[in-house]
């Protein structure tokens, strides 16, 4: 359990809505919910989640806090958005399912091996540090992320996309050794680093050395 | 030329349905004149295409024959048909009220003998079946219909087939040159009871209506379990015209959805537990119903009849808002797709036929003709600023019948007042 985790259980005992209600993006929206099911129906991997949407609602309100916040479940959404524009109470479902993901990492209680969250720390470090993508560097440490035998596999099923990204200009070849990233990069890093202070000053996330 | 003697003692009531008819005779049996003015070619509403009625299962027919016979019974009522109301001007006590009234081309002389309707041979639409099926360009609306009097289509006015029409009346009933009239006159208070209709289920993008055959609407089911209607009564798919035994219920089609109405259209979940009932009447044993709903909304004594239908073993409940529906385009199946919230059970289920309980929405902005305010779902407010008009029945809110007739007697109530004050002030 990391520092801040030990925080908001403090701080919210067992009122875990209204810890979701004051911490997760879109996170008042969830005592919204009138149950009926249309988002888990609507949802392409739904038969994939451990938890559906609907559920996961549920959870929230009869206080799961350990099972809905280490569940692999929110971080099978793909942001398709079938559930928002079918849900008939307007529930931003798609971002409250990355806000609840996003929250669980900041917690540091997230599934550590969760593939969506891997990429995605992978994918965040890679901008924050350059401003701009670089896609040698990302593909390389994605197929890589799981050991080189996978990672030779998995370079070579991807060989076909990785040359026509060459051809069209979209991927640098010499990326690992001279990707120029943006201009200004310092500027950009001051950028994320005071959002992120806003930010965790706002939402009440701010610890010592989080 | 239609000619209406009204004054500010005068009574308007804008509709002609349960509500309209209710209120109308609740103030003529107390001695007040009222002109009843209706849209279509017959009294009579929505409630004239049901099969039967929740909760007691009988007929509407009985209830509208009583209301026409106090009808006639009534020298007090002026009622024009194929009528509605344009403008709605002035203050309570003295409105000036303009009415457009559209030809029917058969005056009074009409016997409803039927002989233009065997005439002509071009086909229409029946509106009263929604559709389902076709009927003559010469037709009675219904066979209770009031007046009893027929109509011709305008769609054939200036052909052959009017001619026809004409020629084969021996009473001189068919006037082809009749022509649409303005009437205007005066009123001292105004019920509005223009009535609901039925959502577009079109609009319900996943569930398919315009996509699938056998998806339809509960009013349409209606319909079809009428032996009066479209089949016969035989409960068929549209698709192939196999009897539905395996028939799905799908709730809240189109209400308390903020993509669609908001509010809860409080019917339609009592309409699909009587809808039950009548694929057991046709089916027996070998029938299957289910309800996919969010929560059952059986309000204070119909509680009972939803504990009647839940006892009925050919009848199952699930607890979830279907998420979509796909056809097998081999059998013509409908496929439900879902989540259950009892247990979380993700299910593909395949039925015959899939009824949409739709939702009720106002039939008319009625702000568009007269100062009135309406709620954020264009229900006409109950009580109006203006203090001398009314809304009554549907018109007002989602309502059931017997809801609709007690909203229409106290408007009727109000509006007696109203007239009254006038009265007393003319002296
Ligand atoms: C599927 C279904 C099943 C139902 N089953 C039952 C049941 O079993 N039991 C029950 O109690 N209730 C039932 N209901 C509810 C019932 O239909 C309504 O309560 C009833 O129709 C209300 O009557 P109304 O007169 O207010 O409106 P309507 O029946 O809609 O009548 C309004 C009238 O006004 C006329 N009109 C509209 N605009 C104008 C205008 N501008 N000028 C002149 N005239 C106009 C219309 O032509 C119509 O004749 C059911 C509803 C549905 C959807
Ligand atoms: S669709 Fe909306 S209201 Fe329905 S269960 Fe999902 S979040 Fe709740
Ligand atoms: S009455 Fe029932 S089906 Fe109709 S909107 Fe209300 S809850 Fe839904």
Redesign the pocket.
Known sequence: MTELNHKMVEQYRNDFLKEVEANVEEGDWVK?????????GSCPFGPDWEHP??EI?MMIRAGKRDEVLRSESMWMCTSCYN?IV????E?P?THIMHGLANYAHRLGIAPKMNPTRRFAKIFWDNIAKNGRVNELDLSVKLYFMDGFKKGVKRAIEMSTVGLGMLKTGRLNPFGLVAHRGCKDKKGIQKMLKKARELEDRRRGLATRGA | MATVVATNETLLVVGGGISGMTAALEAAETGKDVVLVEKGPALGGRVSRLYKYFPKLCHPTCGLEINLRRLKASKRIRVLTLAEVRKVSGAPGNYAVTVSVAPRYVNENCTACGACGDAVSTEIPNPFNYGLNNMKAAYLPFSMAYPQRYVIDPSIIATGEAEKAKAACQYNAIDLDMKEEVLTFNAGAIIWATGWKPYDAAKIQPYGYDRFANVITSVEFERLADPRGPTGGRVIRPSDGKEAKNVAFIQCAGSRDRNHLTHCSRICCMASLKQTTYVRERCGDDAKSTIYYIDIRAIDRFEDFYQKVQADPTVRFVKS?VASITEDQKTGDVILHGVDTEGYHRYDARHDLCVLAIGMEPSVDVRAIADVSVDVSGFIEASIPDGGMFGAGCASNALDVNRSVQSATASAMRAIQVINRVARAEG
């Open positions: 919204m919910c009138m149950q009926c099911g249309v988002c888990s949407p609907q609602f559930c079918r849900c008939p109470r529930l479902i | 808002k």
